[in-house]
């Protein structure tokens, strides 16, 4: 690790003000940057950390809404009792993810910033048709993920939380990789107000949704409207855990289980 | 069966807890990171990120120019200094009578680099960060080559050619049994059952990376290696002997708390040459700390064979003969035991528990682009095991037999003992059948046909499997190891200070790293001197205050150490016993020793231990005439025969038919380790043993990428290495006869828990999808490749 500084703001604009900086960088739980700074595969002169800005902190459910803080750890969304009043699918899914090392230190905003294509949060923001706000903007989840670690922030935009409209229905199967468990495939599917949507995270470079599917559970929401439905390999990631032949298999595995959790 | 109801509440057979775990419990423990010198530097290697390449110039002018930096070191500068390459320890010979290619391997690369993580040069800087700042500025020129990774493609006539003295790629063309009396019996059989597999590579991730520091002091000439080593007095001896030509009394080893080994920290590497020589060139202490992902492209690996194997049967199920063909990688070069393990550490064991009279196998050993090949945990045995107790469910499988009828048909029976194997070895002691059968108890496996259907109903598939097997371990007969190639003796030595208190030290050759050893010994010292384990110290780990060692691999250390222990102590016990003698003016042969009391037997005249050991230390009643005073006595043991623990594994399965995901339902095992020490201890050493050849069942692998030669398993993110939620609880127990030849009837009991897992789960999942005719499934099963298997077999239900 190179040597930087290390800054904690008080409020969100002495954040801003810092990350305007030449070579400065967010921090959020630090669960994908301090790896990549471990291994030299990126240098920074500063490390303005959020965890702690007030704004970023809480979660509350108002009007079919529920908003959780962008510096919520892992931990805390798959414990809290608001999330699990309103949207049970993402207690399960902030649950599930990684170990509880990085359950506890691990935040929502760091994922979204970090749009890992095999991260679990993605399926559930553009699944439930979220938006993500920011001190700048609110961006909808549609417009947010653009591709491989790609997102709609500008340079030094701060994540402040995510608006979730409460579906009537949603469920998240992950199948996940056995060493870093990470989704190798994880499907989030959401009945909301507009209609099923269906995200699928983990088998491509970047989160998507399944339109056949879609409309599949939009005519029935049931576990059988899916079968025999899936997505083509071509364009899916293949490593040495499951090439993209068993990822697009997969989707279809995943999206019916997805069905059942939301069905539960 | 033994008995080991412990009449002494600290000796053999009680599980008393362990003696260091309040060290490494409360953070206590000592390791090389740890350590701290004067004016220690700090060093980092600069690596190849080419699996194959041509080595140009290495321009290291922007690197010395760091501040803080001191030296930059090649190998040019190695070469200049005449410092030898790194040796290796065994040398077999091939079928033709001649000796294995054994291409000089430099300990900084020179001329070429012949796999990614290759050493090419070492910086050492006033800190840490110094240094790696300036490795990442070493410029080195690379004319990269062609490289081959795959032992199948390294034998090809167009594959690269690591070393001109090695075409073909070929170390050595190895063969052991009896090829006419082979090919006889497959002429006449009834029968031929055929098994291709692939033993997949491992990296053995001790939770202790490797580490070293080095420091040199002019004024006494001396230099010391602190290293994470299994075998501290080899170290010294290869590396002062060979590498750095500094004689022995001048150069002290010392491995204290090492975190874990498994294979992984029982060779001589490279780094630990380099480590010593950078600090005698400098003056300076210099620290090297293995980073993580660095281990995982240095460290040796595991495994990696390619293998035929083929059995004649007759039409009742007996095996007639058995012909074993492989491909073992040995990586870029030859690591300390490399060609070995592959070799001597497998074929012996292709006997396995059965009376198979003809047996033949032919091993290639094969250099490629990768990381040398060693032994971890188990060496050549968990293949072997894999090999056979794959090819008995085939045979089963074909003949339309019971897999345990076809076991116990052919199987060593205990009144057979001693046993010898058309492969040489010579089994002991034994009981494979009370073992299977005991396990099949346990197990419910007459019950299981209930529970495949109660699955099948939940949409499951589920299956059992059994290894039944045997391995040899307590490396070794020094006669045998050196007919077989060993360049050293492997026999094992204690000394026994006995403290004017009657307090004791013992000094063992061996070394613990998570073994337990400083309560098993003491527990043996307790129960022979009769003196509670409290009052007893195992010191190991230093060349400086132990006699010449071995070290622990092989599952030794109990069996061979501990015999040497129990020698010496035999030793003390008659030393005490003259003493004892003269003080109470009795016939030597009339004194006894029984529970830490020396007695005139049929009288009540006694001495205790504590008073003969003062006595000894303040002789004012003793016989000096006869007797040097002082109470300390030292043994060598080299054994007779290997020590043959085995025993029977099952392993019960369910596998998600959408997904090919596995999940271990049930494990037992039951096992023949000979006498138990420590049964708590024992349990320990099986079910870590178990959860490591899961782990090359089901997870893990050390995956290369073809073309580009790179490791694509990199990191714990890609590598998946078993965890504590893929086990089910373990049922464990002991069946045992008691070993010959050890004077305490011990087998061991490191290994066997990794060489009789792989194969009782892959038989599970093999069974588990044997509906969907599937015969074979390589490791590790991941879901993946199960999914493909049942693909390939045409499964309704994997396309619904
Ligand atoms: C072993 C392991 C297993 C894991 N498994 C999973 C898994 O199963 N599923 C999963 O989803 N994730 C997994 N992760 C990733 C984990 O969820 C991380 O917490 C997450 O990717 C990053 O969050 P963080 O808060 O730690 O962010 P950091 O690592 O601190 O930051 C990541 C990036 O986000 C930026 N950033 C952070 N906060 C903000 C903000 N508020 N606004 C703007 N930019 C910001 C940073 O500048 C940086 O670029 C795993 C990680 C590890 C180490």
Known sequence: ?264 | MLDNLPANPTGIGASILRKEDRRFLTGRGNYVADLKRPGMTFGVFVRSPHAHASLGAIDTEAARVVPGVLAVLTGADLAADEVGGIPCGWGITGRDGQPMKEPAHPALALGKVRYVGDAVAFVVAETAEAARQAADVVEVAYDVLPSVVNVLDAVRPDAPVLFDEAPGNLCCDWEMGDRAAVDAAFAGAAHVARLSLVNNRLVGNPMEPRAAVAEYDPAGDRTTLWTTSQFPHVVRLLMGNFVLKIPQHKLRVVAPDVGGGFGVKQFHYAEEAVVTWAARRLGRAVKWVCERSEGFISDAHGRDHVTEAEMALDETGKFLALRVSTLANMGGYLSTFGPNIPTNLYAPLLAGVYTTPAIHCEVKCVFTNTVPVDAYRGAGRPEATFVLERLVDVCAAELGMDRIAIRRRNMITADAYPYQTPVMVQYDSGDPVGCMDRALEIADWAGFPARREAAARRGVYRGIGISTYIEACGLAPSRIAIRLGARGGLYESAAIRVHPTGHVTALMGTHSHGQGHETTFAQIVSEKLGVPVENVDIVFGDTDRVQFGMGTYGSRSLVVGGTALSKAADKIILKGRKIAAHQMEAAIDDVVFEGGTFRVAGTDRTRSFEEISLSAYVPADFPLEILEPGLEEQAFYDPVNFTYPGGAHIAEVEIDRETGSVRLVSYVAVDDVGTVINPMIVAGQLHGGIVQGVGQALCENAAYDEGSGQLVAGSFMDYCMPRADMMPRMHVETHNTRCSHTDLGTKGCGEMGTIGSPAAVTNAIVNALSGLGITHVDMPASPNRIWRVMQTAQLPQAAE
Request: charged content about 15%; aromatic content about 6%; proline content about 7%.
């Open chain 1, 1 to 264: 690790m190179q040597p930087f500084t290390f800054r904690r703001p008080a409020d969100l604009s002495e954040a801003s003000a810092l990350l305007a900086a030449e070579g400065a960088v967010a921090l959020g739980g630090g669960m994908s940057l301090l790896p990549v700074l471990k291994q030299r595969l990126a240098a920074h002169a500063m490390l303005v950390d959020l965890s702690r800005l007030p704004p970023l902190q809480g979660i509350s459910a108002t009007d079919g809404v529920l908003y959780v803080g962008a510096g919520t750890t892992h931990a805390d969304v798959a414990a809290s009792p608001v999330v699990a009043g309103t949207i049970p699918a993402l207690a399960a899914l902030a649950g599930g993810i990684g170990d509880p090392q990085v359950r506890n230190r691990g935040t929502l905003g760091g994922v979204l910033a970090n749009a890992d294509p095999a991260a679990d949060y993605p399926a559930a923001v553009l699944a439930l048709g979220a938006e993500v706000v920011t001190d700048r903007r609110a961006i909808p989840a549609d417009a947010f993920f653009r591709g491989l670690f790609l997102t709609a922030l500008e340079p030094g935009e701060i994540i402040t939380g995510v608006r979730f409209p409460v579906p009537a229905a949603a469920g998240y199967a992950k199948f996940r990789s056995p060493a870093s468990r990470y989704a190798i495939v994880g499907v989030f599917v959401a009945r909301g107000a507009g209609g099923v949507r269906v995200a699928v995270t983990g088998a491509a470079s970047s989160v998507f949704r399944v339109p056949q599917m879609e409309r599949a559970l939009d005519a029935a929401f049931t576990r059988d409207a899916l079968a025999g439905l899936t997505v083509p390999p071509e364009g899916l990631n293949g490593d040495i855990h499951a090439e993209p032949s068993f990822r697009a298999h997969l989707v279809g595995v995943m999206a019916r289980r997805a069905v059942a959790a939301a069905l539960a």
